[in-house]
């Protein structure tokens, strides 16, 4: 052991040494996240909330549309990162009931960097780049909701009227959806 | 081979009740081709080894054949520490318990065993997580030799080891050396924290769990698998949202399982048992003893290498990563290497460094100093501590929240002697420094 010690003063002679008090060290998982928020690219129709600005691992981030047939709609994602990120995708979850084909009535989402192909190089910025994306190019061959996906594949124009009343808060085949204007 | 000795002979430094210890002690005492110019076999090494005081963090698989082969050793002060109990679907492999020690502490029990079968040996249990103990707990040991199954743990190990180095006390280096084992496949590696590759440049040696697509659970599920996890994913949070799935309940593994299999039949899908629904819903790969056994046997070698200060070469500076797999298809195969050091590693690829500071500083100031600061040089720093978030640039609402934080002193946001972390997007690594007041 004394050699490996030796061999350590000497690597650490280059280097500035190290010491003082042991305090509580900024965790692996949060200088990622820090760096990913710090590369955002948000742009004009996304908007990320804090509910506790001291904790960035819980936020929400909101996507309102300027294009695409859910223009108008203001869509809230909780976003939830534990201490194994980036090993562990970001948990992101709709807190709207909304009818969309790839998101469920519990908020799931069908993002295929989310679960199947999240990789510890991706980081938010291709997560919230891939949930914008399901607002302009719903995916009728992914569905999560398979009304909604019935409903895009076989008649286009009525699955824009049924997006357009879900978002007033109205009702598609019995269900009820959550208003979502802005 | 002589069948029969009838009195073995005795060394005149190795007491009669070494004789148990003779191979061992063969090794101990001669010099080898591969022994370490510092290392000085004789009974003095005997003594070291048997005073080393090394912790075992896990005794489950892993767990009871390191246990046992350090016991077998020559270690005689052993520390083992777990959260878990017994379970029945352990008893196969994880030798050290019988079916009357099920729901008890693995690590009490596995300690007991060991004890009974190795007189002389000392092994001090602890039943708990690792992260409820400090860092003047993991300062008594020589080395720690993990066998966890999470990864989880491993960063959190590996990190507290890594942040405990400490210049001015050779003690503050403790060896990490890692067992991990998946079905056929295993690897045993070896950690000098800071100084060689840590479990965090390692990180993506582990590939992430492979998992369905959520819509092909929600939608097209071909497998017994997919209707497990979609009763799983999708209806447990639909008809029991309330409730916080437990998956050592019995009563919530069947319920999923009646609910599989109900989705089953209706996409005539056949497979689905109550055991599948508990291995997948647990992840639970298959555990193989012979990888355990082979993979627990490499990392004791290093250990004991290292603690006899290289009786024979150990792992760790040049080769450290060694992997193994005995699964059918390719054959039984090892591969050591060296996995090299990251220079942007978050954990030891920047260890904090001291920065004086004068503490009647407001926020703004010290991040202007920043910018001038020849160890720094930052001009769009973004800062943290552990539990507060001081100053970010981006994203918008972030900096709006915490802004107000400019106009505060250092010495109301921070303790002397805390670390911060900084990044800025003109550098690909973050920095981390240690505050030190000035005044």
């Known amino acids: 052991m004394m050699k490996i010690w030796s061999m350590k003063q000497k690597q650490q002679q280059a280097e500035a040494a190290t010491a003082g008090t042991k305090k509580k060290k900024v965790t692996a998982a949060q200088l990622r996240v820090q760096k990913d928020l710090s590369e955002l690219s948000l742009g004009s129709t996304m908007r990320t909330t804090f509910p506790n600005p001291d904790d960035i691992l819980n936020f929400t981030l909101t996507i309102e549309p300027d294009e695409g047939m859910y223009r108008g709609g203001s869509f809230h994602f909780s976003f939830v990162i534990n201490q194994n990120f980036p090993h562990d995708p970001p948990k992101v979850k709709c807190t709207q009931k909304i009818y969309h084909p790839n998101i469920d009535l519990e908020g799931n989402v069908c993002l295929n960097i989310l679960r199947e192909d999240w990789k510890p190089v991706l980081n938010l910025n291709a997560v919230i780049v891939g949930l914008q994306f399901l607002f302009l190019e719903p995916n009728a061959s992914d569905p999560l909701n398979k009304e909604a996906a019935e409903d895009l594949k076989t008649n286009r124009e009525g699955f824009k009227r049924n997006v357009r009343s879900s978002m007033g808060g109205g009702n598609v085949k019995s269900q009820t959806y959550d208003r979502v204007l802005k | ?439």
């Open chain 2, 1 to 439: 081979m002589v069948a029969a000795v009838a009195t073995p002979p005795v060394l005149n430094d190795v007491s009669q009740d070494r004789a148990r210890w003779k191979y061992l002690d063969n090794i101990l005492t001669r010099r080898g081709p591969f022994t370490d110019e510092q290392c000085n076999p004789g009974p003095d090494l005997i003594e070291t080894l048997s005073k080393a005081k090394v912790l075992v963090i896990g005794a489950g698989g892993l767990g009871c054949e390191i246990l046992k082969n350090l016991a077998l050793s020559g270690f005689k002060d052993i520390h083992v520490i777990d959260m878990d109990t017994i379970d029945v679907s352990n008893l196969n492999r994880q030798f050290l318990f019988r079916a009357a020690d099920v729901g008890k502490p693995k690590a009490s029990v596995a300690a007991a065993f060991v004890e009974r079968r190795v007189k002389g040996v000392s092994i001090t249990s602890h039943c708990g997580k690792i992260q409820d103990m400090d860092e003047e707990y993991y300062k008594q040991f020589q080395v720690v030799i993990c066998g966890l199954d999470s990864i989880e743990a491993r960063r959190w190990i590996n990190a507290t080891l890594v942040g405990m180095v400490d210049m001015d006390d050779p003690d503050s280096l403790k060896p990490m050396v890692d067992g991990g084992t998946e079905g056929f496949k295993g690897q045993a590696r070896v950690i000098f924290p800071s100084m060689t590759s840590c479990f965090e440049c390692q990180l993506d040696m582990h590939a992430p769990r492979a998992a369905v697509p959520l819509c092909t659970l929600a939608t097209i599920p071909r497998q017994p698998q997919h209707c497990i996890e979609w009763a799983h994913i999708i209806a447990w949070e639909a008809e029991r949202k309330e409730d916080i799935l437990d998956t050592d309940d019995p009563a919530h593994i069947t319920w999923l399982y009646e609910k599989a299999n109900a989705r089953a039949a209706e996409f005539g899908i056949a497979g689905v048992t109550y055991s599948m629904t508990q291995g997948v819903v647990k992840n639970i790969i298959p555990a193989i003893a012979s990888t355990n056994a082979i993979i627990a046997a490499a990392c004791c070698n290093e250990a004991f290498k290292i603690v006899t200060n290289g009786i024979a070469s150990y792992m760790g500076l040049e080769n450290n990563y060694m992997m193994y797999t005995g699964d059918g298809d390719s054959g039984v195969y090892t591969y050591t290497f060296l996995h090299e050091k990251k220079d942007d590693c978050p954990v030891c690829g920047n260890l904090a460094r001291n920065m004086e500071i004068n503490s009647e500083l407001t926020l703004e100031e010290f991040i202007e100093g920043l910018a001038e600061r020849p160890e720094a040089q930052l001009k769009k720093p973004t800062i943290r501590t552990e539990e507060k978030s001081l100053y970010y640039q981006a994203p918008p609402a972030l900096e709006e929240q915490t802004r107000p934080n400019l106009k505060r002193k250092i010495k109301e946001l921070l303790e002397d002697g805390e670390e911060i972390a900084v990044s800025d997007p003109a550098f690909q690594i973050d920095f981390k420094f240690k505050m030190v007041f000035s005044s």
